[in-house]
C-alpha cells in the first residue's frame, strides 16, 4: 500500500469518486462524510494526507483546518471546492499554501490531478 488518505465531503457522489481513483492507484482510502468525522478519523488513525471539501455542514474544511492547527497537527491537506472564489484570499495569504503543505482543487476533480496533488503531498 502507498499510504492512508482520508477523503472528506459531504456529497456522497463525489466522496465516492475520490475514493475509487485513490484505491485503484493503490491507496488505502478512509471516508469521513463531514468535517466532525474526519477529525474523529484523523485524532484515531495514520493518515498521511487528507483531501478535504471546503462547504461541509457542522464543520467545513476551513474550520476543521483551524482545529488541526491548534492541535499542532502536520498533516498536508488538499482542499477540493465548486466556489473557489472563496478562497482566493486564502490562499494568497496563507504560507502553506505558499509551501505546498496545502493544496486546492477545483470540483469536477480531474483524476490525473487528485493523483499528482496526492502524491506530492505523500513526499512531505
Do not use: W
Amino acid at each position: 500500500m502507498l499510504g492512508t488518505v482520508l477523503v472528506a465531503d459531504d456529497n456522497a457522489m463525489v466522496r465516492e469518486s475520490l475514493c475509487h481513483v485513490l484505491r485503484e492507484r493503490g491507496y488505502t482510502v478512509v471516508e469521513a462524510e463531514d468535517g466532525e468525522a474526519a477529525l474523529d478519523v484523523i485524532n484515531q488513525q495514520d493518515i498521511q494526507v487528507a483531501v478535504i471539501d471546503i462547504m461541509m455542514p457542522s464543520v467545513g474544511g476551513l474550520e476543521l483546518r483551524q482545529v488541526l492547527i491548534e492541535q499542532n497537527a502536520r498533516l498536508p491537506v488538499i482542499f477540493v471546492t465548486g466556489q473557489p472564489e472563496i478562497v482566493g484570499s486564502l490562499v494568497e495569504d496563507d504560507a502553506d499554501f505558499q509551501t505546498g503543505q496545502v493544496s486546492l482543487l477545483q470540483k469536477p476533480v480531474h483524476p490525473v490531478k487528485l493523483l499528482a496533488e496526492v502524491e506530492k503531498r505523500m513526499s512531505l
